[in-house]
């Protein structure tokens, strides 16, 4: 009888045991955004993000200019598009132009940041907005980008529609507005409510790609890189050899 006793209090213990363990593991939240129809109160944080960036901003002296290129396997975090962009899927490089300037110090943003990116199959252009004193707002991100089958310059004399509005917020999963293409041979979602987001976002990086001089920076910047890539290319010239005169016989000199 005992001994039945204890076997029931043993295996009560071991179910509180586990019971104990199983509610201190912490649990995970998945949020899944929905990229294609976000909700009001997403479209209406967007739309206020998005009429907080400057139309005619002040910038300090202060600014930057990269380039470069990158293994597509490798991209830098600023190169890394939405879905909406398709890269290559070969292993090959893409080519890419950064230009950052800063605000005045009255500005709600800090910084501005410009990248365009053209791989063989595809061009990217990014604008972010940094926020200078993030309390729930930290950056606003617009994307658009268009086929490799037209050249940059052809691309950057054009208003080219925003394709992907990102706001980074602290503490708060994203919210993102995308356009969806089909998927499986259905048509794409009626996305017809967020054009007049859409069409804010693709105003600003216009704007913005006047007042950063992407226009004329950005082609410059990539002819360096491919006149880089073809200094490299091109084997040193070897020097010429040097004649070397005759011996003369001990006949001749004497």
């Known amino acids: 009888m005992l001994r039945n006793i204890v076997i029931i209090l043993i295996s009560v213990s071991l179910a509180q045991l586990a019971g104990a363990q199983q509610s201190s593991q912490p649990q995970v939240k998945v949020n899944v955004l929905n990229v294609c129809s976000p909700s009001p109160a997403d479209q209406q944080e967007i739309a206020s993000a998005l009429a907080r960036i400057p139309k005619q901003p002040l910038f300090s002296p202060d ?113 993102v507005l995308a356009r969806c293409p089909g998927t499986e041979g259905n048509p794409p979602p009626d996305q017809s409510a967020y054009e007049p987001l859409f069409q804010s976002a693709t105003a600003i990086v216009s704007n913005y790609r006047d007042l950063l001089a992407a226009k004329s920076t950005v082609p410059a910047e990539l002819a360096r890189v491919k006149s880089l890539e073809a200094t490299k290319a091109k084997p040193a010239a070897k020097p010429p050899a040097k004649k070397t005169a005759p011996e003369k016989s001990a006949s001749e000199s004497k």
């Open 63 to 175: 600014f930057e200019v990269d380039r470069g290129r990158s293994t597509l396997e490798e991209r830098p975090d600023f190169l890394k598009a939405g879905e909406s962009a398709q890269f290559s899927s070969d292993s090959g490089t893409a080519e890419w132009v950064r230009i950052r300037r800063e605000f005045a110090v009255q500005a709600a943003f800090s910084t501005v940041q410009y990248s365009f990116s053209h791989d063989p199959k595809n061009m990217v252009e990014t604008l972010i907005f940094h926020v200078r004193d993030p309390k729930d707002l930290m950056q606003v991100a617009i994307e658009d980008n268009a086929s490799a089958v037209t050249s940059p310059t052809t691309m950057l004399s054009t208003s080219t529609p925003a394709s992907r509005i990102k706001l980074e917020r602290f503490g708060k999963s994203s919210v």
